[in-house]
């Protein structure tokens, strides 16, 4: 049973396309985020759900767009790719206010062609 | 906003030795959470270990296990009996999941 999964794991796009990744957690926690991994592998959260309600937005352009219907979801929308918005980009959940770490899913290697 | 630094950009290690990896951080919070994660070529992150602050012992996962020093706001992690499968990328972070930039570890056999 996969904790946190993330569909798809590869996507390949033009410029100006748009295209979504789905996740979703088995795992019964209130709180999922997303997460992009720059060519660099540093990692920046970009967005945090609780209940299905936003509590983190950080500084992304705003053609990304998280919607989480139900709290064992958290979906990521981008609009009019761009080449800079090529990365990785991982889901995670947690309880507690993660303080016991986060569940990662295994990322989603967006290219941006 | 905290800031989580790693000043080690590449560290390598001889098979079966023993390898420190550095963090520190810096916040204003008294009660917080560390965790060092792992990172294998597969991409997929992993939780090796997690500190409480207001816990003075420190923790310890088999082979892995951290130097805490609060005062001081370092986070070390300690990597005994080095073995092929531990080169990865490692990311120091704190509890809201503000990740250091990453030490790449290399196992030489």
């Known amino acids: 049973d996969t904790a946190v999964s993330q569909t798809p794991k590869y996507l390949v796009t033009q410029m100006g396309n748009d295209k979504s990744i789905k996740c979703e957690q088995n795992?019964?926690?209130?709180?999922m985020y997303w997460y992009k991994q720059d060519s660099k592998k540093f990692l920046k959260i970009m967005f945090s759900?609780?209940?299905?309600?936003?509590?983190i937005n950080e500084t992304v352009p705003n053609r990304f767009s998280p919607k989480s219907p139900d709290k064992a979801h958290l979906n990521l929308h981008i609009n009019s790719l761009e080449l800079g918005d090529s990365a990785v980009y991982f889901c995670?959940?947690?309880?507690?206010?993660?303080?016991?770490?986060?569940?990662f899913g295994s990322g989603t290697r967006l290219t941006v062609v | 906003a905290q800031t989580v630094t790693q000043s080690q950009p590449e560290m390598s290690v001889q098979e079966a030795e023993t390898v420190t990896l550095s963090c520190t951080y810096d916040?204003?919070?008294?009660?917080?959470?560390l965790f060092w994660y792992k990172q294998p070529p597969s991409r997929q992150m992993i939780l090796v270990i997690r500190?409480?602050?207001?816990?003075?012992q420190n923790a310890t996962e088999n082979r892995f296990s951290v130097n805490f020093q609060k005062a001081a706001k370092s986070f070390s992690l300690k990597i005994s009996d080095s073995q092929l499968g531990d080169a990865a990328m490692y990311f120091c972070?704190?509890?809201?999941?503000?990740f250091g930039a990453g030490t790449r570890l290399t196992v030489k056999p």
């Open positions: 995670a959940s947690s309880s507690s206010g993660g303080n016991y770490g986060y569940t």
């Open positions: 795992l019964g926690h209130d709180t």
């Open positions: 759900y609780n209940n299905k309600e936003l509590i």
């Open positions: 916040t204003s919070e008294s009660d917080y959470y």
């Open positions: 500190q409480e602050a207001y816990k003075q």
């Open positions: 972070a704190y509890r809201d999941m503000r």
